[in-house]
């Protein structure tokens, strides 16, 4: 009508195109993306930035490793991820130091102050012992146990000790016997260093990082 200011677009001409609506679809496509991806971690397998030393031969410092969350009730010679507090960790310090911790273990670029892997020695109603002579090997329930695991040159113990462990507990040691802090290491402490089983986020089954490295994770059970 004569007098609008109301803006008349060209015969043919395409209405103006909003670039946010695609932004907004690729953000949405993302966030799905996380979610899933979330929910997969949770529920069927992770990836497990590997930190310390204490499981080489088998494992280095900056692998990456895959964890499988279906396996069942860890066995005798598993390699296991676990969360250590109550256990390992008996108090967590929290903050914003603990917040990006856990993102970074979550991108797998990082290790986490409460999450630690190690192999399992002994299941529930076991009695694990080492050593009955100096530089002999760890035994259950009186069987020696053959470990080819071990790191060259590393006795199976340089501690003594006799552990029976009560139902849904681990008794866990590193494969590197001299550079690992595990169950022996917190015989004096509250709980005496045994893991219960429903803190176990999973079996270790494969190395996925670096490339050179990559393979399965040998299972040593019974």
Same mark, same amino acid.
Request: glycine share 14%; hydrophobic share 35%.
């Given at each position: 009508?004569?007098?609008?200011?109301?803006?008349?677009?060209?015969?043919?001409?395409?209405?103006?195109?909003?670039?946010?609506?695609?932004?907004?679809?690729?953000?949405?496509?993302?966030?799905?993306?996380?979610?899933?991806?979330?929910?997969?971690?949770?529920?069927?397998?992770?990836?497990?930035?590997?930190?310390?030393?204490?499981?080489?031969?088998?494992?280095?410092?900056?692998?990456?490793?895959?964890?499988?969350?279906?396996?069942?009730?860890?066995?005798?010679?598993?390699?296991?991820?676990?969360?250590?507090?109550?256990?390992?960790?008996?108090?967590?310090?929290?903050?914003?130091?603990?917040?990006?911790?856990?993102?970074?273990?979550?991108?797998?670029?990082?290790?986490?102050?409460?999450?630690?892997?190690?192999?399992?020695?002994?299941?529930?109603? %076991?009695?694990? =012992?080492?050593?009955?002579? +100096? !530089? /002999?090997?760890?035994?259950?329930?009186?069987?020696? *146990?053959?470990?080819?695991?071990?790191?060259?040159?590393?006795?199976?113990?340089?501690?003594?000790?006799?552990?029976?462990?009560?139902?849904?507990?681990?008794?866990?040691?590193?494969?590197?016997?001299?550079?690992?802090? %595990?169950?022996? =290491?917190?015989?004096?402490? +509250? !709980? /005496?260093?045994?893991?219960?089983?429903?803190?176990? *986020?999973?079996?270790?089954?494969?190395?996925?990082?670096?490339?050179?490295?990559?393979?399965?994770?040998?299972?040593?059970?019974?």
């Amino acid at each position: 009508m004569p007098g609008s200011d109301r803006p008349r677009h060209a015969a043919g001409a395409q209405p103006e195109r909003r670039p946010f609506r695609g932004w907004r679809f690729v953000l949405s496509a993302l966030l799905i993306a996380v979610v899933l991806a979330s929910v997969l971690r949770a529920t069927v397998a992770d990836i497990y930035y590997i930190p310390s030393e204490s499981m080489q031969p088998l494992l280095e410092e900056g692998d990456r490793v895959l964890v499988s969350r279906i396996d069942g009730e860890p066995q005798r010679g598993d390699v296991i991820v676990f969360d250590g507090r109550g256990s390992f960790d008996p108090i967590s310090g929290g903050g914003t130091a603990e917040i990006f911790g856990t993102i970074g273990h979550w991108l797998g670029v990082s290790g986490s102050d409460t999450v630690y892997v190690k192999r399992v020695l002994g299941v529930g109603g %076991d009695t694990v =012992s080492c050593c009955s002579t +100096p !530089g /002999g090997p760890v035994e259950v329930n009186g069987n020696p *146990l053959e470990e080819p695991y071990v790191f060259p040159s590393d006795a199976p113990s340089d501690q003594q000790f006799e552990v029976e462990v009560p139902q849904g507990k681990l008794w866990v040691m590193g494969d590197h016997r001299s550079a690992s802090f %595990d169950s022996r =290491s917190l015989l004096g402490a +509250p !709980g /005496g260093g045994l893991v219960s089983t429903d803190r176990v *986020l999973g079996r270790a089954v494969h190395t996925i990082w670096p490339l050179s490295r990559y393979g399965p994770i040998e299972r040593f059970t019974d």
